[in-house]
């Protein structure tokens, strides 16, 4: 089994920045794409951004781009997603997510493994 971790939310001012890490645990061999989803109350599990293993490989929804930098140390198993001028829509739990394979995914259904999440607020 594979266990993720995240750290890194917390109550931040619009403009303002917070970087997020998700720690891989476990049978991390198996982990290969990993990937940032975000979800409100009565929302969909929203995605934000994903990493190939390599590093070379990286993909971000629109509202994100520019303004978040999602990425990758293996031989640490950590990702990381560093995010500036944040807005107050970008308010939402953040979760970390893995798969087993190569493939990326923009739907939650792409992935195995999942983190427990972290809270993100940005005040206006």
């Known amino acids: 089994q594979v266990q993720l971790v995240e750290i890194g939310g917390g109550l931040v001012q619009a403009g303002g920045s917070l970087g997020l890490s998700c720690t891989a645990s476990g049978r991390t061999f198996s982990v290969i794409t990993m990937s940032w989803f975000r979800q409100t109350p009565g929302k969909e599990r929203e995605f934000v951004a994903a990493?190939?293993?390599?590093?070379?490989?990286?993909y971000y929804t629109d509202s994100v781009k520019g303004r978040f930098t999602c990425s990758r140390d293996n031989a640490r198993n950590t990702m990381f997603l560093q995010m500036n001028n944040l807005k107050p829509e970008d308010t939402a739990v953040y979760y970390c997510a893995a798969s087993r394979d190569n493939s990326i995914s923009y739907t939650p259904d792409g992935y195995f493994y999942w983190g427990l999440g972290t809270q993100v607020t940005v005040s206006s």
């Open positions: 990493i190939s293993w390599s590093g070379a490989d990286i």
